[in-house]
């Protein structure tokens, strides 16, 4: 079974819900990542990229000290030492290398907290590409510092003031700018989430997360992880090292989810507290009001704060392939300390969630072996950390 199917469904989920408008731009998209999927020249120059540019291989890194406060083997995927400091860069190597290989001159992309913005402007220098960035007017206020970073980069910063001024019209103003230029212009997205083929595209790119990890593990344990934990926004890095197990019904797969403030809205716990709704162009869990009104996710960590996830995940939840937990602001800040104090190594506050879940996970698996993914550094979220006392 390949998933998702020609029409881009993963089961119930995903599919293309859009206006007539933008099927010529996803159309020519599938058609030109099937060709590209056959170029030896394309696959060997992002595999050149990736380990030249990026940094690849990652280390799988045994984290000793953690493992014996917590009574199982845990490993940490070391995605926050890539060139710019998270996952992102995989995906948006990938595709900057395709819109080449299309011929596109430009690249745009919407951004939230920035960090996928950030990416988008970093590969947009490396390969000589115009840039547009989308943010809305919320959100340049909030991350002054990744818009800097994208402006030094060479970027252009296009403030978005309709609506609720943040991500959701942000990304409406991307697609209107898409359909208006398609000729030049590619639309560079930064998760597992959207119409087809972008969730297909995009979990590709991230999957030589667990590519790696696999072969990693294998040397030092001889055998696979009981568990793969992953913080999950739009699903990228957790799908990233989930899909290559996919198959190893014994591996089980948890994506950590923010639940924000806690106080039992969850509030920015899509799969756990979501409908089924369409969102971006996609069918798979969003979260609505009971109008059907999408909702604002919130969480300490900027990079989940989505109130939509991939419909990949949409898909592994139904069929019970993954399972879903969230932790709340206060533990993601918990999780930070302790990975900082244990082992050295400041995490960014979204796998924080997942570093936090280990010590759930650990009462009730003792033993087990557990592979997180660090999905990325800490460095930006110091100011967040600094208003928290103990
Ligand atoms: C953006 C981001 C995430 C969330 O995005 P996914 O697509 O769910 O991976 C997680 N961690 C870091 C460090 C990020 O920058």
């Known amino acids: 079974m390949r998933l998702p199917d020609k029409s881009g469904y993963f089961g119930h989920f995903g599919g293309k819900f859009i206006p007539e408008t933008l099927s010529f731009c996803l159309k020519e998209l599938e058609e030109s990542y099937l060709k590209a999927g056959k170029d030896k020249g394309f696959k060997r120059e992002l595999r050149s990229y990736l380990k030249e540019y990026a940094g690849r291989p990652t280390p799988l890194y045994f984290a000793k000290n953690l493992s014996k406060l917590l009574g199982i083997k845990v490993y940490f ?31 745009i992309a919407e951004t939230g907290a920035g960090q996928h913005g950030v990416s988008v402007a970093t590969v947009a220098s490396l390969f000589g590409f115009r840039c547009d960035i989308y943010m809305g007017q919320e959100d340049i206020e909030r991350q002054k510092m990744n818009v800097l970073r994208m402006k030094v980069l060479g970027a252009r910063i296009r403030p978005v003031g309709s609506g609720s001024k943040t991500l959701k019209d942000a990304c409406n103003e991307a697609m209107r700018d898409w359909v208006t230029n398609v000729k030049d212009t590619y639309y560079l997205l930064g998760s597992t989430v959207g119409p087809h083929p972008y ?7 991230q999957s030589i997360i667990g590519r790696e990890t696999k072969k990693q593990i294998v040397v030092r344990e001889k055998r696979l992880p009981d568990y793969l934990v992953a913080c999950v926004g739009g699903g990228s890095n957790s799908l990233g090292l989930f899909h290559p197990f996919f198959h ?12 924000g403030l806690g106080l039992g809205n969850l509030h920015a716990a899509s799969l756990l507290k979501g409908k089924v709704g369409v969102l971006h162009g996609a069918k798979s869990f969003v979260l609505q009001d009971r109008f059907g009104q999408i909702k604002n996710a919130h969480s300490v960590a900027a990079g989940l704060d989505y109130p939509g996830v991939g419909p990949e995940h949409a898909f592994y939840k139904q069929t019970k392939r993954a399972r879903y937990v969230a932790v709340n602001d206060k533990g993601a800040i918990e999780g930070f300390r302790l990975l900082s104090e244990v082992e050295g190594i400041i995490p960014a ?21 557990v592979v997180v993914c660090l999905s990325g550094r800490g460095d930006k979220d110091l100011e967040i950390i600094q208003k928290y006392h103990r």
Do not use: W
């Open 77 to 107: 995927k070391r995605e926050d030492l890539l060139h710019t400091g998270a996952h992102k860069i995989n995906n948006s190597l990938g595709q900057a290398i395709l819109a080449r290989f299309m011929g596109k001159k430009r690249l």
């Open 248 to 259: 190893d019904k014994k591996v089980k797969f948890i994506g950590v989810e923010a639940a």
């Open 199 to 205: 969730p297909l595209l995009v979990r590709d790119f």
């Open 349 to 369: 506050l979204e796998p924080s969630h997942a570093i936090y879940y280990l010590r759930t996970l650990a009462k009730t698996s003792r033993g087990s072996c």
